[in-house]
């Protein structure tokens, strides 16, 4: 806590010191304050693509998901409701982990060949405000599809879920875990298409050097072990979990693991991507 | 003496696939003060201020801004330039006075005050109309426009602006300029100001840059410029048109032996040069000008001509002057 003006006022050291205290406190509250508000200007700008894209979201929300269950519930009907358990939680955990890292990749490399980068680059918008505003779109516009594929999923293979609070932390954490991944590939890639292939190179390792779609019991140990250190493992056992209602000190040991992973993005944007100065 | 705003030293941009943008560039530009970066195009001049808007790194060289070393703050230059830049804005899914005001507080506005500015500056560009169209579905024109008003939003004290009045129409363009002598009146805003139109330059501009390949290749304020080409007077000729078509096609020998020996002529006058098909520069000094008159008006060469006229020298001719390249 500062120190009040009044306390110090006879000593005129101290005095310099607590108006230093109070202008950094201050100055680190305006900080924050203009950060929020870079984030939810971002955000709600983004999300104004909703006005003239909604038919086709609403088509790749729907149609997608759709075509995708329904398909296997004709292909393998309710035979095996343990594996169709882990394709459905599977195929929710790929969409909202990748939405972070795909849709970052990708937007911000087209948004560097549209130059519409250059526009907020050369506004005073901090990187994590601009990456974090760019995540959560996409997780919200992923996140209808996510829902659509369980409920028709539970109606299909006869599978019950339940919605734990849990979920609220760990479907954020989850996207998060891989936004830095994914600002890296955008920032750094020379161009949209460049980026765009590289998330997608990116995308299948992250999923199946997991077990996002089978338990980590199904996997060959040399996949098994390392898939630790990725983070799409602990987003898929706690996703799993938090659906399943059978939450444990695993699952919270896996969000534990997401949220340092979320550290670890938000420290490579803020720290290591220069998005300003590039060649 | 007062720190330059904007200030280069020897700025060298060499690109990953070898092209030398910027060859040991220094410039300053002082507060209140409207410089201009003449150049054709691949001269460099976006380059440079991509560089100073800390957009991109240069290869060496010190850029600084208001005293802060931009290549160590590269964050610094959003937080007091308005930068209005070269390439169209795709922010297809914005109303404008949405666009406005986001650049508003995203520049640290206060909402109220946002608001203002916002209604402020559509009100003085005659934009109102334009107020609650999606930006994607503007023509290019006022795609610009509301580009530039999103630059100048917030009244920031630097203003960089890379052909802020590419296909503005001549009413909008004179508002334009109206609003950043304006400013500068004002608020003592300084612009750095790139622009292909030496017209509107020599109108508006305090001091000019004219580069070419990189380098610095003359600056001066327009009227230091112009005096480099002395006293010397421009003579602008244009051969009748069924000449520019082909003698062969149109004119009988007699008149296409005339027009040969006209072009002769008039290449054979002093810093002669065609910078478009039919259409001939020539200088002289002003005590030359009534003998360059004569020779014009004599019955062979006049037949041969459209138009001519005599005009002192402008900015344009310091272009073409330094440049040696004619227009784009």
Known sequence: ?279 | MALPVIETRDVIKVYRSGVIANRSLSLEAHEGEILGLLGPNGAGKTTLVRMVMGLLRPTSGTIRLLGVDVGRNPTFPSTKVGYYAQHPLYLWAYKVRELLYHAARLKGMLPRAALAEVNDLVERFGADRLRERLVGRLSGGEKRLVLLLAALVGKPPVLVLDEPTNELDPVLRQSVWNHLLDLRQSHGTTILLVTHNVFEAERVLDRVIILDSGEVKASGTPGELRRRLGERVRLEVRLAATSTTGPSQTLGPADAERLALVRRLLHDLPGAQEVRPGQVWAYANPSEVSSLLHLVMAPDVRMMLEDYRVIPPTLEDVYVAVTRRGFE
């Open chain 1, 1 to 279: 806590m500062s120190p009040s003006r009044d306390a110090v006022s006879s000593e005129p050291g101290r005095l310099a010191e607590a108006d230093s205290e109070i202008v950094t406190t201050s100055s680190r509250v305006a900080g924050l304050r203009k950060s929020l508000t870079d984030f939810w200007l971002i955000l709600c700008g983004q999300m104004l693509e909703m006005r003239i894209r909604w038919f086709w979201f609403v088509v790749q929300m729907t149609f997608v998901p759709l075509v995708f269950v329904v398909f296997l519930w004709l292909l393998l009907g309710r035979t095996n409701p343990e594996a169709m358990l882990y394709v459905i939680t599977g195929n929710v955990t790929q969409s909202l982990a990748t939405a972070g890292m795909l849709s970052l990749g990708q937007e911000i490399g087209s948004m560097k060949d549209y130059h519409t980068f250059d526009f907020f680059a050369a506004l005073p918008v901090g990187k994590v405000a601009f990456v974090m505003a760019t995540l959560v779109r996409s997780m919200l516009f992923t996140l209808p599809s996510a829902l659509l594929v369980l409920i028709v999923g539970s109606l299909c293979f006869g599978l019950s879920f339940t919605f734990h609070p849990v979920l609220l932390l760990v479907v954020p954490l989850g996207g998060l875990a891989l936004s830095g991944l994914g600002a890296l590939v955008g920032f750094y890639s020379p161009n949209g298409r460049v980026a765009s292939l590289a998330t997608q190179v990116l995308n299948p390792l992250i999923v199946f050097l997991a077990p996002v779609f089978v338990p980590r019991s199904a996997l060959p140990p040399a996949i098994a072990i390392p898939s630790a250190l990725v983070p799409t493992t602990h987003f898929a056992e706690a996703l799993r979990a938090g659906l399943r209602g059978t939450v444990d000190g695993q699952t919270w040991t896996a969000l534990a693991i997401l949220a340092g992973f979320s550290l670890l993005s938000v420290w490579i944007v803020s720290s290591k991507i220069e998005w300003r100065s590039r060649d």
